[in-house]
């Protein structure tokens, strides 16, 4: 199984509102990611975490605050966005980040509008 | 850092016709992917590829890492094989796991 979910598919915010994001995968990969897509672009970095730890920050705004509170679950805690983070966010699993085998698995993915 | 291109930008086809979507890298890599974004957004995997030939039904795809380009070749294609295809590599050494993408090649086609 090399699935890799996210909930919702689809969310609706206002600039004051405070929303989460979720990823779950269950294939015992070790390193998780977010990126974002805004339309007609390719998906951007925003964090890495291996082995449920931050590795990397693409300098990404506060306002995106990542948790990894254990190795399959994936939040992205929203507060306080701004129209211009209306993008498909995407959560993606590999079995290793620094090594080994990288091949990397996405979610279908959260379209986020924000209002 | 590295730099991924993807040609051509735009491809039309009828169904039924055959394609060649190129990816070309500037530095060496430890990882290349080939993915399909369907049109409600979902990145399918098609390929991991960091070197040598792979097929899988109608897609076959070659990359040849020490001329730092990998190949994807569609045949008979499908109305269902309408999307954008991103190649995306992994510097090496010294990645974390970061994906570099290129900007993809947006396949319509045609019944």
């Known amino acids: 199984d090399t699935e890799v979910t996210q909930t919702p598919k689809h969310l609706v915010m206002g600039m004051t509102n405070k929303k989460s994001l979720k990823c779950e995968q269950h294939?015992?990969?070790?390193?998780m990611y977010w990126y974002k897509q805004k339309a007609k672009k390719p998906p951007e970095l925003m964090f890495v975490?291996?082995?449920?730890?931050?590795?990397i920050n693409e300098s990404v705004p506060s306002r995106f605050s990542p948790e990894c509170p254990n190795s399959s679950l994936l939040n992205l805690h929203l507060h306080a966005l701004q129209p211009e983070d209306s993008a498909l966010y995407l959560c993606?699993?590999?079995?290793?980040?620094?090594?080994?085998?990288?091949?990397?698995?996405f979610g279908p993915g959260t379209r986020l509008t924000v209002t | 850092g590295i730099q991924v291109e993807q040609s051509p930008p735009d491809l039309i086809l009828q169904e039924g016709a055959n394609s060649t979507l190129r990816c070309n890298f500037s530095?060496?890599?430890?990882?290349l992917q080939w993915f399909h974004q369907n049109p409600w957004g979902q990145l399918i995997n098609l390929f991991y590829?960091?070197?040598g030939t792979k097929q899988n039904g109608r897609l076959s795809a070659t990359t040849v890492a020490t001329e730092r380009y990998s190949l994807l070749y569609i045949s008979s294609s499908q109305t269902t094989d309408s999307g954008v295809y991103f190649c995306?590599?992994?510097?090496?050494?010294?990645?974390?796991?970061?994906?570099?993408f290129g900007k993809g090649t947006k396949l319509s086609v045609k019944p």
């Open positions: 995306a590599v992994l510097e090496w050494p010294g990645s974390q796991g970061n994906l570099i």
């Open positions: 975490y291996s082995y449920e730890k931050l590795s």
């Open positions: 294939m015992g990969h070790r390193a």
């Open positions: 993606a699993s590999s079995p290793t980040a620094g090594g080994g085998t990288y091949e990397q698995y």
């Open positions: 590829i960091p070197s």
């Open positions: 530095d060496s890599v430890n990882n």
